[in-house]
Structures are given as C-alpha cells and as structure tokens.
C-alpha cells in the first residue's frame, strides 16, 4: 500500500495526458488537487471523478499566459485547502517543425506557454511558499532538451529555458523553503501531437508515440516519487523515458 501524500498540489495542463494523470494518481493517494487548464468542461468532469472516487479536487479556468490566472488557479488552492504544497508547471504544446518553416506565431506561443507560462507559476506561487516556509515546483520539460533532434529546435529551446530557469531558482534557493524538479520525459501517448501544423511532422509525431510512447501514468508516478521525499530531500532532474526510445 502505497503512503498517503496530504498534500495540497495545483497542476497546469490538467485537462489531458500527463496532468489529468498526475492529478488522479495524487488525489487518489490523498493529495488535494487544484486543476488548471482552458477546457474547463474536461476539468470539471475529472474533478467530478475524483471526488465520487472520495478524493478532494477543485477546478479553474487557467491560462497560463495570463498571469492573473495563475494567482487565481493558487489563491483557489489557498483558500479552500489552506495552502499550496506543490505546484505542477505542467502545461506545453509542442508547435514542431523545421525552423526553416519559419512558424514565428507558432515559436511565439511556444515560449508563451511553456516559458512564459512557468513564470506566471512562480510569481503566483513563489509568494506563498515563502509565506508558509515550504514549497515545491515541479515542471515537464523533456528529452527533446536533453536530445535535440531535426524539427524540435525551438520547442527544445523552451524546455532547455525552463530547465535552465528552475537550475537558477535552486541556485538562489538554498534556505530550504524551495524544492524544485524538472521532470523530462520521452516519449508519452498523449495528445501533445494534435498541435503540430506542419502535417507531415505531426504524422510522424503519431507514428513514433504510436510505436514507442509509454503512459502518461508513468510520469505521473515519477512526479509522485518526487513529492513524496521528506522536505529536506529535493529531487532536481528525472528523466523518464520508453526503454526503447533513442
Ligand atoms: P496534452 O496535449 O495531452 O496536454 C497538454 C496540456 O496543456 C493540456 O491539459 C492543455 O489543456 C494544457 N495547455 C495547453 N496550452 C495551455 C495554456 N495556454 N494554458 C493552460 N493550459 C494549457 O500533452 P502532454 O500531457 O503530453 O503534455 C504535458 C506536458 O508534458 C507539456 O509541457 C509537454 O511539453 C510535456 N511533454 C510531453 C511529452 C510527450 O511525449 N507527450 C514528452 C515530453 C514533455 P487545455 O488545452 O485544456 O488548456
């Protein structure tokens, strides 16, 4: 039987793949989860799940390009759990393609979501965490930052930018209020690929997940392994990937 994990945790991107698995994994381990993403018609029916499964989940409409969103998604957390133990920066598209496409919208939103994005996390949650003298930020990054492969470039960058970014927080860190983690998986079946617009990369996205991915419950137990250490253990990188992945 696995140990309970009584704590309060917000995660982005929970409307799909890694995030809704991730909040069903810690809310039926105990967690509290505070889920955000824009379909809020997928959270409120996730949250609806947990609950009748007798887990404790609330939901917000969350845009974590506007930073107000996320001092809401957080001031939520604190307001009906009292705190905010963690939060998961787990929101990203992955707009792929040669950088010769020239997709300057698509760059754009990238690093508006995946980098930008986790910023608006800090400045929301960082303030508590200090208030209450702990806190954790878990982010998914990626392999794609640890392998940079043809038409992955600028999504890489974004990821390598976050994870060059909670390197710095730790940095800065050291009085023990602030754990961080970076988790960068491989390959995972989700629905990362449907946002691709270059037609012939996104079929071969599909194809390789088809062929290698592993779940997203996967990474949802390594986000679990990292939470669950006692406070003065930080887990900084994981890296989950398929066994038969490149
Ligand atoms: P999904 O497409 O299934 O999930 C992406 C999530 O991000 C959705 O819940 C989506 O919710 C949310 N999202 C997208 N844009 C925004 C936004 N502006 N504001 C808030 N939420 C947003 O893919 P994954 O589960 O695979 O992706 C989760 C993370 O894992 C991403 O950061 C991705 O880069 C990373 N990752 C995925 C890998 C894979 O192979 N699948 C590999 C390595 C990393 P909604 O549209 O409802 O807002």
Redesign the pocket.
């Given at each position: 039987m696995p140990a309970i994990i009584d704590q309060v945790v917000a995660i982005?991107?929970?409307?799909?793949?890694?995030?809704?698995?991730t909040a069903r994994l810690l809310a039926a381990r105990g967690a509290a989860v505070v889920l955000?993403?824009?379909?809020?018609d997928?959270?409120d029916r996730l949250a609806a799940d947990l609950r009748a499964a007798g887990g404790r989940a609330v939901t917000r409409a969350?845009?974590?390009?506007?930073r107000e969103?996320l001092e809401r998604l957080v001031d939520l957390a604190t307001s009906e759990y009292g705190r905010l133990d963690v939060l998961v920066g787990?929101?990203?598209?992955?707009r792929t393609g040669p950088v010769a496409d020239l997709d300057v919208a698509g760059w754009t939103q990238m690093i508006?979501?995946?980098l930008v994005?986790v910023l608006h996390g800090i400045a929301a949650a960082l303030p508590v965490f200090r208030r209450q003298g702990h806190g954790h930020l878990v982010?998914?990054?990626?392999?794609?930052g640890l392998k940079i492969v043809p038409t992955q470039a600028v999504?890489a960058a974004t990821?390598n930018a976050v994870r060059t970014l909670l390197e710095g927080l730790r940095q800065e860190s050291t009085d023990g209020v602030l754990r961080t983690t970076a988790v960068?998986?491989?390959?995972?079946?989700?629905?990362?690929?449907?946002?691709i617009d270059n037609a012939e990369v996104r079929e071969q996205v599909r194809q390789d997940?088809e062929r290698l991915?592993i779940a997203?419950e996967a990474?949802a137990r390594a986000i679990a392994f990292a939470i669950e250490q006692p406070e003065d253990v930080e887990i900084g990188e994981i890296v989950i990937r398929p066994t038969v992945q490149g």
């Amino acid at each position: 039987m696995p140990a309970i994990i009584d704590q309060v945790v917000a995660i982005t991107g929970a409307s799909s793949g890694i995030g809704e698995a991730t909040a069903r994994l810690l809310a039926a381990r105990g967690a509290a989860v505070v889920l955000g993403a824009r379909r809020t018609d997928r959270l409120d029916r996730l949250a609806a799940d947990l609950r009748a499964a007798g887990g404790r989940a609330v939901t917000r409409a969350t845009d974590v390009t506007r930073r107000e969103d996320l001092e809401r998604l957080v001031d939520l957390a604190t307001s009906e759990y009292g705190r905010l133990d963690v939060l998961v920066g787990n929101a990203g598209i992955a707009r792929t393609g040669p950088v010769a496409d020239l997709d300057v919208a698509g760059w754009t939103q990238m690093i508006d979501v995946n980098l930008v994005g986790v910023l608006h996390g800090i400045a929301a949650a960082l303030p508590v965490f200090r208030r209450q003298g702990h806190g954790h930020l878990v982010t998914t990054v990626s392999t794609s930052g640890l392998k940079i492969v043809p038409t992955q470039a600028v999504y890489a960058a974004t990821k390598n930018a976050v994870r060059t970014l909670l390197e710095g927080l730790r940095q800065e860190s050291t009085d023990g209020v602030l754990r961080t983690t970076a988790v960068s998986p491989g390959y995972v079946r989700t629905e990362l690929a449907d946002w691709i617009d270059n037609a012939e990369v996104r079929e071969q996205v599909r194809q390789d997940m088809e062929r290698l991915a592993i779940a997203p419950e996967a990474v949802a137990r390594a986000i679990a392994f990292a939470i669950e250490q006692p406070e003065d253990v930080e887990i900084g990188e994981i890296v989950i990937r398929p066994t038969v992945q490149g």
